[in-house]
């Protein structure tokens, strides 16, 4: 949970990114997302869920370094 929360902010930041990728992506490649909790409606959330997630993992090891440098401390502090 530590490690989670270490890039917090990352997350934050990027988790709508990583869906709006897998939903241009879907609908590139010819899907449709169904208006109504159908039956096909229920066998896509696996995509939903996970294909977020893994592009999110991606963007997380890109910019996570970014936000832990910018918690390190830069150099001594003036006296």
């Given at each position: ?73 830069q150099g001594r502090a003036a006296r």
């Open positions: 949970m530590v490690a989670v929360n270490v890039v917090a902010l990352t997350i934050f930041l990027w988790h709508m990114t990583a869906y709006l990728v897998v939903l241009w992506a879907y609908e590139g490649l010819g899907g449709t997302l169904p208006a109504e909790p159908t039956a096909g409606w229920w066998a896509q959330r696996w995509l939903w869920l996970l294909a977020p997630a893994a592009v999110l993992a991606v963007l997380v090891a890109l910019f996570a370094r970014v936000e832990l440098a910018a918690r390190r401390p």
